[in-house]
């Protein structure tokens, strides 16, 4: 009838239920009434967790006490308002009394919150409700399970010799049990009484409450009938120990008479009650005689006030009583006027110590519980149905142990975390640091070792399920989620107690061993004897996790654990992220259960991490729980390692104001502790744990307890390098430094000096550990991380105020406590701006890529992260469209300044002078035009920096690349249009010599065909065609025999250019060779070809000589195409033509403007196409669906790999890894050709500037028809040729007309402007259809690509190619973004055999990948060590731009080790040696497997 889920109201009947009522209502409880409020509802992070300002109403004081309450404020209890002014008569009469405040909040508490707050409340050293006085039932409850959680430690005196101590359960302690009860009323004030005695040599005063403390005059309305109880623990000291033994003390509190069960509860179980009274009547000396009676062993002992003047007792009904009782006088203690109250406390303590002297009856609680039963009290534990299945569980459980040794308990029914887990985690690190190979070769060694792992991963396939498991998981899997919260109490609370005999025999052992100082094997054999000993509930959910890893993937047997173990994580149980005992985490297990808890909350997980670090039992544990109120297991009874987390909830309206959603917190355990530390491995452990937590925190608090100690200064040391490798990887975690145990007012100026050295100390530290870390820019603490010595130093005064265990807490360090976790609340709202907080998906991926740079030791140079990889080619990808953009923004403002240079040219006499201001102002114009594109960049990528998504964060190192790569590409394109525009001149000039030649000999023959006109026409004979022909023939002959042929230049002497323009149709320019020397110079520096000057010269010789001939070849031919006699040979016929028509007087309007469509405008229109095709083009491949393979370099070569796994050509792989360059080009080249042929898109884009173009003209001949006044040419034939000129020079500025041409055509025109321009109206029609027609005929795409002036297949090559830097081992190209970047680097590098690297002697291909190599401790030698042996994993000191991390996985290398496995012999062949070795595993690798390793070094997620 009592069960929490009660749905209805309890009515209240009786009177006392009334003051409940009252109570309740006041305080606002009433929803909670019975036991409804969880201890779920204080692990939020509320408003309200911040400010804590007095309540202001009632209903306030429950929130206001539990969170107190939970931060261990001594002051909880107070209800009242701080802000109240003290009216007179007002007083406090409007509040509650803090018993019933605390009373009424019990009812309320379900279990386990019932159970926190004892816990809470015995270290604040308040008494403790023993009999909860009946709510709405007819009993009053016994309140043992909630108390099952306190562990005490204490000394009694028997152990005083030595120096033992007893901890324990305080439930479970046997000891005196002494009770005070009052008759009626009373005028000696019991509890304060009580609280002199107990209190005193602490001077702590309230342990219960009385009537004079704050608001205790309020008017009790609940409290009657209330049993309190406390204990009192020596410490050891007799100066300060009251009592020599443990004892327990109750307090009822109101009259006996109105509470008789408890009072008949409490003669059975004490060995003395005491009974203050004023005056008694007869019915109450009959109920204490018959009492008396029914307990015979338990003395009544009388306090009583002696009369002023008679020094005897006031009443005389004491008296009666005295002789009903049989009572000795020793057994009446009376308060006379002389005693004042400290007297008087002194004599009851006598009469306490005297009375335990004489008593041989002591109880523990446990027992007490069945003299309850007898009474028909209730025992807390055994009032649900949840509490008793829950506890006969655990039972289920504890059975299986039996009176096994742990060790032993533990190997066969823990299996999976003992040996096997622990070889794992030995093999998996092996793998990475490749310490042990023998004279094995490393991939052998390395594929052995994963064999070894596959063995044991396979055994554990066969495990069967243990039985504790079994019913483990069975009782976690029930649907009641208190039944499983209270089968998790109770299997801790007996696994607890179960090894806190056996560890603390070990322990004494231990110490027992340290101070005799014995050898260290065994030490470090009882070390680890401790560790197999200790048991806790954590082994179980380790195991758990264990078995989930086994199953996955195999059955879906335990598919369901993630689930369960999410929901115990949220209901802030705290679950292992790190077994510290193996090393390892269990990586599926931690990402499954929270990835399960982050769809739990509903896909919303912004994460705060906060971590603490410290050594060893300075209460770091204690610190977090008082901070948030969580539980995570504290106490020096536990010997685990490793890193536990707990998640808090925020509440909803707090989200927005934090950026975050839970915050998560990990407390660590064992570091530096002395039980471990004869272990050899465990500085490894401990830097492992503090790497790991640091880099995983958003804030780690480190814990000082103890200054200036060698463990500390160890921590330190750590915690300094694991900053430093944060700092590496992008991230800056924020700390603080919580200094313990330090107290008074003046700490914080005090301390000055203190912070002074400690910040000495860590710069000093941070020098050491950069040097190790090979980051000497680092040279203090402050440019490891954002630290203020004011700011980010905590003092906290001690935990308790007086010596344990009978010390309170300190009111001190409660609020300490607060104001550090107010300040930490608010820099995460400080930082809500600046910082992105990653979800847990992003955690997790975190959290991997950490744990695999752990397990390398080479750290920095190994860490590579997906989230940080992914954010770089993000970037990259940008970057690379914004220099695309640059690019064209450039190449179409040098097309057009050709086409200027071109015109003006035309237009002006060769005059060098004004040739040199207008190329000069050209450069002017370019070179603005640049400075405003590399600005536009620069602020696109300052604006990148700063989004608050991509994680931009993580890529912060690389920003300063980036900016150099800007400012150098800036360099680069300037550098290349001053080329161009030089180049284009002289080629212009060139040009123009030959036209000019041209036009003469035109002029010439022009000179001569109509003199022969003349000469034909004077002849009055009719002549015939045929005639005219052959005195045209004579005349031509006549003429063109003194034409002469161009004089040919001297290349040889004048030299070369660059290779690629071979081919163009141009001639040959100085500015050609000039490019090309100083690409062979760019070359020499970055290939890191060393040279001296001769063998420099001599190379450049070499390479010119042999363009100078490919020069010469182009520039015959420019002279062949542009020979004088030729052209003249070519415009023949028209002349022929021409002469006819005149002749015949024939209209030849049709035909002129026929010639003028196609031998001047046509030409200059598919020149005007071609211009803007190359960019065109480009755009067209960056739109189109394959746009993805260029965005990114890591992208190419992923694609490139794919595609060459998927062809399955050995050729191919040849030409990739020997010519990789005009691979490239060629693949490049090849996906344009099928791009432009397939959807006709070469058609689409010419024929889109074909439009535009035509437009162009047609509006051209429209403005042509107007003279400069804008007025209508008259219809005269001689203003046909003005129109025409007019007509080009407009067009001039967009195209390039060869005028020597046009004034050919326009030679002897006869017809008129207007039927001129309705011709040629028509005529450009007629062109652009025929040019349609020729566009849709394109077949030979690569012929139209070598025509183009910008070739898309270099700004491609551009794009992808990057640096051009090949990783010194293997070969393989530098994938790194921007062109100026700091260090270079490759996704996946390959065998070295694949760079034809061989063992000297056998002509053996070596297998290995240098990703191994430099992890390895192997060494090499080649020319850039002089020959000398060099460590493989010092390649940074021989390399420094590369960086070379390892695999990202086992698989990742799958690639190459499949290729190497299938082409082995072949490459052997080509690169004349013999095949490499290759390891067994290898050849068992898969085309798939090959397939899939490029998707997980690339990252690249289910394609
Ligand atoms: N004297 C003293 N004891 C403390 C203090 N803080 C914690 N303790 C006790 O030290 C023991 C170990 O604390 P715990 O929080 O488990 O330490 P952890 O190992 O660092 O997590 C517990 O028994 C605490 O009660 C303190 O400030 N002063
Ligand atoms: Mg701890
Ligand atoms: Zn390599
Ligand atoms: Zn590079």
Request: net charge negative; hydrophobic share 35%.
């Amino acid at each position: 009838m009592d069960s929490p889920d009660q749905p209805d109201l309890p009515c209240f009947v009786a009177h006392k239920e009334h003051g409940l009522r009252k109570i309740l209502c006041k305080l606002g409880l009433e929803e909670y009434y019975p036991n409804k409020m969880s201890l779920q509802c204080l692990l939020k992070i509320t408003g309200d967790s911040i400010t804590d300002t007095g309540a202001d109403s009632e209903r306030a004081l429950p929130m206001r006490f539990l969170k107190r309450l939970m931060m261990l404020n001594a002051e909880c209890r107070s209800t009242v308002a701080q802000t109240e002014d003290y009216d007179e008569d007002d007083g406090e009469s409007d509040t509650v009394n803090p018993l019933d405040l605390v009373i009424a909040i019990f009812h309320c508490a379900d279990s386990f919150l019932q159970q926190a707050m004892m816990l809470k409340m015995s270290m604040c050293q308040f008494a403790l409700p023993l009999l909860l006085p009946p709510g709405t039932e007819s009993q009053c409850t016994l309140m043992l399970w909630a108390m099952q959680d306190i562990r005490k430690e204490w000394r009694p005196h028997n152990l005083l010799d030595t120096r033992g101590f007893v901890e324990d359960g305080i439930v479970n302690v046997s000891m005196p049990f002494i009770s005070f009860v009052r008759l009626r009323k009373c005028s000696l004030p019991k509890s304060q009484l009580l609280n002199e005695i107990m209190g005193k040599a602490q001077q702590i005063h309230n342990i219960f409450t009385h009537i004079d403390m704050e608001a205790g005059n309020v008017p009790r309305y609940i409290v009657d009938g209330l049993v309190e109880i406390t204990w009192y623990l020596p410490c050891g000291n007799k100066n300060l120990d009251i009592f020599p033994k443990p004892l327990a003390v109750a307090n009822l509190r109101g009259d006996i008479c109105s509470s008789e069960t408890q009072f008949a509860f409490l003669t059975k179980v004490s060995s003395a009650i005491f009974v203050f009274l004023d005056q008694v009547e007869e019915a109450e000396i009959k109920l204490l005689s018959s009492i008396k009676n029914t307990a015979p062993e338990s003395k009544f002992l009388l306090v009583v006030k002696t009369d002023k003047e008679t020094k005897r007792i006031n009443d005389p009904s004491i008296e009666q009583l005295i002789s009903q009782l049989q009572l000795q006088s020793s057994n009446i203690i009376s308060k006379s006027a002389k005693d004042n109250k400290s007297r008087f406390s002194n004599k009851l303590t006598a009469a306490v110590t005297h009375v335990m002297q004489n008593c041989k009856h002591s109880i523990t609680l446990r027992q007490i519980s069945s003299v309850a039963y007898d009474l028909g009290i209730q025992v807390d534990e055994d009032q649900t149905d949840a509490s008793r299945s829950g506890k006969k569980a655990a039972k289920e459980v504890e059975k299986t142990i039996g009176v096994r040794e742990v060790a032993d308990y533990k190997k066969n029914f823990l299996p999976l975390q003992g040996e096997p887990w622990k070889r794992l985690a030995q093999l998996e690190k092996e793998e990475c640091r490749l310490l042990n190979p023998g004279d094995q070769h490393l991939e052998t060694y390395k594929a052995q070792l994963q064999e070894e792992i596959q063995d044991i991963k396979n055994k554990q396939g066969n495990y069967q399920t243990t039985k504790p498991m079994l019913s483990f998981i069975n009782a976690l899997s029930t649907s009641d989620k208190q039944e499983r919260a209270f089968f998790l109490k109770w299997l801790s609370l007996s696994l607890d107690t179960h090894s806190q005999k056996v560890l603390s025999k070990l322990r004494r052992q231990l110490k027992e061993a340290q101070k005799q100082k014995i050898d260290k094997d065994t030490l470090a054999r009882l070390d680890q004897q401790l560790l197999d000993s200790s048991l806790g509930i954590e082994h179980y959910f380790r195991e758990m996790g264990q078995i989930y890893e086994v199953f996955k993937g195999r059955s879906n047997m335990f598919s369901d654990l993630p689930n369960i173990a999410a929901e115990i994580l949220l209901n802030g149980v705290p679950l292992e992220l790190l077994d510290g005992d193996a090393s390892n985490i269990p990586v599926n297990w931690v990402r499954d259960v929270l990835m399960k808890l982050h769809s739990a909350v509903g896909e919303i997980s912004r994460l705060w991490v906060v971590a603490v670090l410290g050594v060893q039992s300075t209460g770091k544990s204690t610190l977090l729980n008082a901070m948030f109120g969580v539980q995570f297991p504290v106490s020096s009874g536990r010997c685990t390692r490793g890193a536990f987390m707990l998640l808090l909830k925020i509440e909803e309206d707090l989200r927005e104001e934090l950026g975050c959603d839970l915050i998560l917190l990990i407390d660590t355990e064992g570091l530096k502790s002395s039980e471990m530390s004869q272990l050899e491995d465990s500085y490894e452990h401990d830097n492992q744990i503090a790497t790991l937590v640091v880099g995983l925190s958003d804030i780690t608090i480190i814990n000082i307890a103890m200054e200036n100690s060698t463990e500390m200064k160890d921590i330190l040391q750590i915690v300094v390098h694991a900053f430093l490798r944060m700092k590496e990887v992008g991230k800056k975690p924020r700390c603080h430094f919580v200094h313990q145990n330090v107290a008074g007012v003046s700490a914080h100026s005090k301390t000055t000096a203190e912070r002074r050295q400690l910040i000495d100390q860590l710069d000093e530290m941070v020098k050491i550990a950069a040097k190790m870390e090979k980051q000497t820019e680092v040279v203090k603490f402050t440019d490891v991380l954002d630290y203020d010595v004011e700011k980010n130093n905590w003092y906290i005064p001690g935990l308790w105020h007086g010596t344990p265990p009978m010390a309170p807490v300190n009111t001190g360090y409660s609020e300490a406590v607060h104001e550090f976790k107010n300040h930490l609340i608010e820099e995460i709202k400080s930082c809500k701006t600046e910082r992105h907080p990653s979800q847990i998906p992003e955690f997790l991926e975190w959290m991997q890529s950490l744990w695999k740079a752990v397990k390398y030791e080479n750290f920095i140079f190994s860490f590579r992260n997906t989230l940080v990889a992914h954010a770089y080619d993000n970037l990259c990808r940008d970057f690379n469209q914004w220099e695309w953009e640059f690019r064209k923004q450039i190449l179409q403002c040098v097309a057009g300044a050709e086409v200027q240079i071109s015109h003006f040219l035309t237009e002006n006499a060769d005059n060098l002078n004004d040739l040199q201001q207008f190329i000069t102002k050209i450069k002017q114009n370019a070179s603005s035009e640049l400075k405003t594109e590399e600005q536009k960049m620069t602020e696109k990528l300052k604006e990148y920096y700063k989004r608050k998504d991509r994680h931009v964060h993580l890529i912060e190192k690389y920003k300063v690349d980036f900016f150099n790569s800007i400012r150098c590409l800036q360099k680069e394109i300037e550098h290349v249009v001053n080329n161009k525009l030089d180049t284009i001149v002289e080629l212009e000039r060139n040009m123009k010599k030959v036209r000019d030649i041209h036009s003469e000999h035109m002029k010439m023959i022009e000179e001569q065909v109509s003199r022969l006109l003349k000469s034909c026409k004077d002849t009055n004979t009719q002549l015939s065609d045929e005639q005219l022909s052959i005195v045209f023939e004579k005349m031509w002959t006549e003429t063109v025999i003194n034409i002469a042929g161009l004089k040919e230049r001297d290349i040889d002497s004048s030299v070369f250019a660059q290779l690629h323009l071979v081919k163009s149709q141009k001639d040959y320019s100085d500015t050609f060779t000039n490019d090309l020397l100083k690409k062979i110079d760019h070359d020499l520096v970055h290939k890191n070809l060393k040279t001296n000057t001769k063998c420099e010269v001599d190379l450049k010789l070499y390479i010119c000589s042999h363009a100078a001939r490919d020069f010469l070849e182009m520039h015959r031919q420019f002279l062949k195409n542009k020979d004088p006699r030729q052209h003249l040979e070519d415009s023949k016929f028209r002349y022929l033509s021409d002469f006819l028509d005149l002749y015949h007087e024939k209209d030849h309007c049709q035909r002129k403007v026929t010639d003028f469509v196609n031998l001047c405008l046509k030409p200059a229109v598919t020149d005007y196409i071609n211009r803007s095709l190359g960019i065109d083009i480009v755009d067209e491949m960056l739109t189109s669906t394959r746009s993805t393979e260029y965005s990114s370099r890591s992208y190419f070569q992923f694609t490139i790999l794919k595609e060459l796994l998927q062809k399955d050509d050995f050729q191919s792989y040849v030409k990739y890894i020997l010519k990789y360059e005009i691979f490239v080009k060629d693949w490049i080249l090849m996906r344009i050709i099928n791009e432009l042929s397939s959807e006709r898109s070469i058609v689409k884009l010419k024929s889109k500037n074909l439009a535009v173009i035509i437009q162009k003209i047609n509006e051209a001949i429209e403005t042509a028809k107007a003279d400069r006044d804008d007025q209508l040419l008259p219809n005269d034939i001689e203003n046909t040729s003005i129109l025409v000129k007019n007509l080009c020079r407009t067009l001039s500025k967009d195209m390039r007309i060869p005028m020597d041409v046009v004034e050919g055509v326009l030679f002897q025109i006869k017809s008129k402007p207007l039927s001129f321009t309705d011709s040629l109206l028509e005529a450009v029609k007629d062109l652009e259809k025929l040019l349609k027609a020729e566009f849709d005929d394109t077949k030979n795409i690569p012929h139209v690509l070598q025509g183009l002036a910008i070739k898309p297949q270099d700004e491609l090559f551009k794009r992808v190619f990057g640096c051009g830097q090949q990783c010194p081992f293997c070969l393989v190209h530098c994938e790194a973004g921007g062109n100026e970047h700091n260090k270079h680097f490759a996704s996946v590098h390959r065998p070295q055999a694949f760079g034809s690297y061989r063992c000297m002697t056998t002509e053996i291909l070596c297998e290995t990948i240098c990703t191994t190599d430099v992890h390895s401790e192997n060494c090499f030698k080649n020319c850039d060590t002089n020959g000398e042996l060099h460590p493989y994993k010092n390649y940074h000191s021989i390399y420094p731009d590369w960086i070379i991390p390892p695999d990202v996985s086992i698989e990742a290398s799958d690639y190459w080790k499949y290729v190497l496995q299938r082409y082995n012999d072949r490459f052997a062949e080509e690169y004349k040696a013999k095949p490499a070795e290759i390891p067994d595993a290898w050849k068992q690798i898969t085309r798939e497997k090959a397939l899939e390793s490029l998707n997980i070094a690339y990252s690249i997620k289910g394609s």
